[in-house]
């Protein structure tokens, strides 16, 4: 999913996509939005979904945190992420039917400036069979002067015809794309992968065999930025933003036998 800072900003690196789709194309796509270059079908009513656990670079363990800072437009942007103890019960439809999920709620706090500015909570759960990890909405609290002035871009998979998008495959392909939310008007966010097997260093450390997303809004097809994950640990670069610090785990890493 775009983070909040780069909807608000057309590409921070620069270079243009040209991968091949690897995975399925779906030809039926339709409406202001879609592009049938990114899957937007999941088959969800396949999908045995938990709230717990990890795949190779999003963990839902409750306890775990991230911190990230970096400088736009002059101003010190500050993002803290943790994987709350709570969780949010969606239900979908899906091609056979309701269905309900419980999923994990990650919250992130933005700062600019040291003056909080804005509170997301991302509602997600992963397919215990693939390590799939699903975005089935978030809740949107924006802040002006210590009080919320908005819940622009809130929406929930179930609600509106919105339904649920993948945030993270359990298996990375080059060139593969996808739909992470397809909640139209609010959001319709996308994905490519665009490299694998890289080096990065930020202010957290030095880290191996990285991979490289592009995300892109099916709105606003200008707003893109390129977000870099490592193995085990999660984000550790999105656009100006780079990890500080991350960890601990607090619980036990969970599992889907509840």
Same mark, same amino acid.
């Given at each position: 999913?775009?983070?909040?800072?780069?909807?608000?900003?057309?590409?921070?690196?620069?270079?243009? !996509? /040209? @991968?091949?789709?690897?995975?399925?194309?779906?030809?039926?796509?339709?409406?202001?939005?879609?592009?049938?270059?990114?899957?937007?079908?999941?088959?969800?009513?396949?999908?045995?979904?938990?709230?717990?656990?990890?795949?190779?670079?999003?963990?839902?363990?409750?306890?775990?945190?991230?911190?990230?800072?970096?400088?736009?437009?002059?101003?010190?942007?500050?993002?803290?992420?943790?994987?709350?103890? #709570?969780? #949010? #019960?969606?239900?979908?439809?899906?091609?056979?039917?309701?269905?309900?999920?419980?999923? #994990?709620? =990650?919250?992130?706090?933005?700062?600019?400036?040291?003056?909080?500015?804005?509170?997301?909570?991302?509602? @997600?759960?992963?397919?215990?069979?693939?390590?799939?990890?699903?975005?089935?909405?978030?809740?949107?609290?924006?802040?002006?002067? /210590?009080?919320?002035?908005?819940?622009?871009?809130?929406?929930?998979? /179930?609600?509106?015809?919105?339904?649920?998008? !993948? @945030?993270?495959?359990?298996?990375? @392909?080059?060139?593969?794309?996808?739909?992470?939310?397809?909640?139209?008007?609010?959001?319709?966010?996308?994905?490519?992968?665009?490299?694998?097997?890289?080096?990065?260093?930020?202010?957290?450390?030095?880290?191996?065999?990285?991979?490289?997303?592009?995300?892109?809004?099916?709105?606003?097809?200008?707003?893109?930025?390129?977000?870099?994950?490592?193995?085990?640990?999660?984000?550790?670069?999105?656009?100006? =933003?780079?990890?500080?610090?991350?960890?601990?785990?607090?619980?036990?890493?969970?599992?889907?036998?509840?």
């Amino acid at each position: 999913m775009l983070s909040h800072h780069a909807v608000r900003n057309l590409l921070l690196w620069g270079g243009a !996509i /040209g @991968l091949g789709l690897v995975g399925t194309m779906m030809l039926n796509a339709s409406g202001p939005g879609w592009d049938m270059n990114f899957t937007k079908h999941f088959g969800m009513e396949n999908r045995e979904f938990c709230n717990v656990g990890r795949n190779h670079y999003v963990i839902l363990d409750p306890g775990y945190r991230m911190l990230m800072r970096g400088v736009e437009d002059g101003e010190v942007i500050t993002v803290l992420t943790r994987v709350l103890d #709570r969780t #949010r #019960r969606v239900t979908i439809q899906t091609a056979v039917g309701p269905k309900i999920v419980d999923t #994990r709620v =990650l919250e992130e706090r933005e700062w600019i400036d040291g003056e909080l500015a804005q509170v997301s909570r991302s509602f @997600l759960a992963r397919d215990r069979r693939t390590d799939d990890i699903f975005f089935f909405g978030e809740q949107v609290e924006v802040y002006e002067n /210590g009080e919320i002035v908005s819940d622009e871009g809130s929406w929930r998979a /179930g609600l509106h015809k919105a339904r649920a998008g !993948i @945030l993270m495959p359990g298996s990375f @392909l080059l060139g593969a794309r996808y739909y992470q939310s397809l909640a139209l008007p609010v959001t319709a966010d996308r994905a490519e992968h665009y490299a694998m097997g890289v080096s990065k260093e930020v202010p957290a450390g030095v880290f191996e065999d990285c991979i490289v997303v592009d995300e892109s809004s099916g709105i606003e097809p200008d707003e893109k930025v390129y977000k870099v994950y490592a193995p085990g640990v999660g984000l550790i670069k999105d656009g100006p =933003l780079e990890l500080v610090s991350y960890g601990p785990l607090d619980l036990a890493e969970g599992r889907c036998d509840q």
